[in-house]
């Protein structure tokens, strides 16, 4: 399994930018897969997720309304679009995946998702 997130950059505050994730050796119709954030000496963080099973789409309190998880099965990619950034959303960005089931993966529990990609660093400053 190997994911690689890209699309991290500097932007200024109320700035869009889009990340995006490509996955292989997985499916991504049949695994858990999220977004999640990381700040040097912080722990890291759910942003947003989906779980194996469907349903809806997890946002964390601190981005909804402002992000957008979407996922392509065809291509094996999830994106995060992220609207109107703010300084405290300046961190490394990754995404994970997951094949088997764990109940934390609709509330983007980190320790629940097992396969991780390199991240991508988002920088909002003015």
């Known amino acids: 399994v190997q994911l690689q997130a890209s699309g991290g950059g500097v932007v200024q505050p109320g700035e869009s930018l889009k990340l995006t994730c490509v996955g292989s050796g997985f499916t991504l119709d049949f695994n858990a897969i999220g977004w999640f954030r990381q700040v040097p000496g912080q722990e890291r963080e759910g942003i947003s997720c989906i779980s194996s099973a469907g349903g809806r789409i997890f946002y964390a309190d601190f981005v909804k309304g402002r992000f957008v998880m979407s996922k392509d099965v065809r291509a094996n990619t999830v994106s995060l679009q992220m609207y109107n950034l703010k300084p405290e959303d300046t961190a490394t960005y990754y995404c994970?995946?997951?094949?088997?089931?764990?109940?934390?993966?609709?509330?983007?529990?980190?320790?629940?998702?097992?396969?991780w990609g390199r991240g991508t660093l988002v920088t909002v400053s003015s």
């Open positions: 994970a995946t997951d094949e088997r089931f764990r109940p934390g993966h609709a509330q983007c529990s980190p320790p629940d998702y097992e396969h």
